[in-house]
Nanobody, 123 residues
Framework: QVQLVESGGGLVQAGGSLRLSCAASERTFSHYAMGWFRQVPGKEREFVAAISWTGGNIYYADSVKGRFTISRDNAKNTVNLQMSSLKPEDTAVYYC????????????????WGQGTQVTVSS
């Protein structure tokens, strides 16, 4: 069973930065695509960013493009999301996900999910 554990969430003022990390237990981590999604109460889970197994292909939602950066370290089985110029509308629970479809923006394409980490951006 693959386990994903997110960390790095918290409270930050608008314009600030946060770095989320996701650690995977999967020993073949480097064979999988990874994604970050976010969700607010009452809404569907929303795609944020995705990265291919080598890191050579990266995808962003338009709402975060230019502000967020996804990266991965296959030697450490981690994927990161550096978030800058944060806005109140970025407030959500952020989830990392692991799957086999590169670059998918659809939550159903991912097979394993972390428990989520809360990001709150105050105005």
């Amino acid at each position: 069973q693959v386990q994903l554990v997110e960390s790095g969430g918290g409270l930050v003022q608008a314009g600030g930065s946060l770095r989320l990390s996701c650690a995977a237990s999967e020993r073949t981590f480097s064979h999988y695509a990874m994604g970050w999604f976010r969700q607010v109460p009452g809404k569907e889970r929303e795609f944020v960013a995705a990265i291919s197994w080598t890191g050579g292909n990266i995808y962003y939602a338009d709402s975060v493009k230019g502000r967020f950066t996804i990266s991965r370290d296959n030697a450490k089985n981690t994927v990161n999301l550096q978030m800058s110029s944060l806005k109140p509308e970025d407030t959500a629970v952020y989830y990392c996900a692991l799957g086999t479809v590169v670059g998918s923006t659809q939550a159903k394409s991912y097979d394993y999910w972390g428990q989520g980490t809360q990001v709150t951006v105050s105005s």
